[in-house]
Each structure stands twice: as C-alpha cells, then as structure tokens.
C-alpha cells in the first residue's frame, strides 16, 4: 500500500513501459511531470517521441497558438479581421505574428496573412495520467479532461484500494479512459486499454507539445 500519491507516481514512472502501446526500444520516449495546460495538472504523460522531430527557434505561448490556428483554418486572414476576432491589440497580435514568421508557419504581405506550413509536434502519441489511492471517481473526472490534449488518458490506482473501480470498470469503458492498478513492488496490471482518439482540442495539443519540446531539448543541452 503506498502512503501518499508522490510515492505512487515515482513508483510509476520507473514502471511505466506496460502503459505505452508502443515499443520503447524503438521509440525515445519522454516523461513530463505535473503538466498544467488548464484542464487540471496531469501527474505523468508519457510521449512518444518522433524520429524526425526539431527544435524551434520560438516557443510559442497560448496566445501564439490562437493566433496560429485561426490562420491555419483560415489559410488566409486580413490582420483587421484577426484583430476583431482576437479582440486584441496591434502590438499583441504583432508579437505573435513574429514569432509564427521566424518559424515560417506563416508569411505576412502589407495586410494579409497566410499559413506557410501545419504546425509539426514533437510527439507521435500522448499519455496522460491521473494517480490516485482510492478516489476513483474523482481520478475518472480528471483523466477524461485529459483527453482534451492527450490521445490516450489513463486512471492509475493504488492496488490495495483497487476493487470499487474495477467493480463500475463499465464507467471507464464509457468515457474511453484506461484503468490500472499498480503494486507497491511496481507491478502493473492494465484492465481497460482505451482505444487512441485524436486530442479533443487541437490547441491544447499544440501546447502540450510546446511544452515537450522545451523539456525534450534542453535535456540536449
């Protein structure tokens, strides 16, 4: 039995390999801690990372995504438009359409923007992941939110205070969330795998991503 969730989110990290629906010997695979992109602070995700990933020379913020995926569904804008729909001033918006030019995801001619190229991640696939003891309920909730930016989102619960989830284990299938147990010794037993779904919210996955690219290559430097 672990006594607290950190002891059981370490245990899991070093564990973590049953989880992936990938082969970690032939994909680099990435951990994230306590990742907050507002809907809730994901205790792991584990990503799978692309064999052609690249460095950006900007890191984009939330407001830098906006902007960018207005442009992509667009293909092409008038910056007055932007700005009405942004209901954002010149020099905002400006700071943002500079850094989409420095990565050439857009080009910019006197008053029209156009998208140059689609935003590329870093990572092929996304785990996330609610730890818990015991309060299943309450993990469920969390993990499906996590879906908003992850492909795949799972519940990981305390292997001691397992058996009321695996009893409403109908909810899980439902929502489409994984369900595992892990023991204190780390061992793993997945019992619902859900099935990969595109991210809910194209945004939050291109900041997830903002923020596995920032992780994956300072650890480089």
């Known amino acids: 039995m672990f006594f607290t969730e950190r002891e059981l989110v370490n245990t899991l990290k070093n564990n973590y ?11 680099n695979t990435n951990i994230l801690e ?16 692309s064999p052609k990933r690249k460095n950006g020379s900007v890191s984009l913020t939330y407001f830098d995504v906006i902007v960018y995926r207005i442009i992509e569904t667009e293909k092409e804008i008038l910056f007055d438009t932007l700005k009405n729909v942004t209901k954002s001033n010149t020099t905002t918006i400006n ?15 006197d008053n029209l923007i156009r998208l140059n190229k689609t ?22 909730a969390q993990a499906f939110r996590y879906k908003w930016f992850a492909e795949k989102s799972f519940v ?9 989830a695996l009893n409403n284990i109908g909810e899980f299938r439902k929502l489409n969330v994984g369900l595992a147990e892990i023991s204190k010794g780390g061992q ?10 595109a991210p809910i919210n194209p ?14 290559f300072r650890q480089k430097i």
């Open 188 to 197: 793993i037993v997945i019992h619902y795998r859900p099935q990969k779904e």
């Open 17 to 27: 390999i049953s989880i992936c629906h990938w082969d970690t010997q032939k994909f």
């Open 203 to 216: 945004t939050m996955w291109i900041l997830l991503n903002e923020t596995l690219r920032q992780d994956v």
């Open 95 to 109: 700071r943002s359409l500079k850094k989409l030019i420095q990565d050439s995801y857009i080009y910019k001619h």
């Open 119 to 140: 935003y590329k991640g870093v990572s092929l696939s996304n785990i996330a992941i609610e730890a818990k003891l015991k309060n299943w309920r309450r993990a469920l």
């Open 34 to 49: 306590e990742v907050d992109l507002g809907f809730g602070v994901a205790d792991l995700v584990i990503s799978k990372l």
């Open 156 to 164: 990981v619960l305390d292997s001691k205070h397992f058996k009321p």
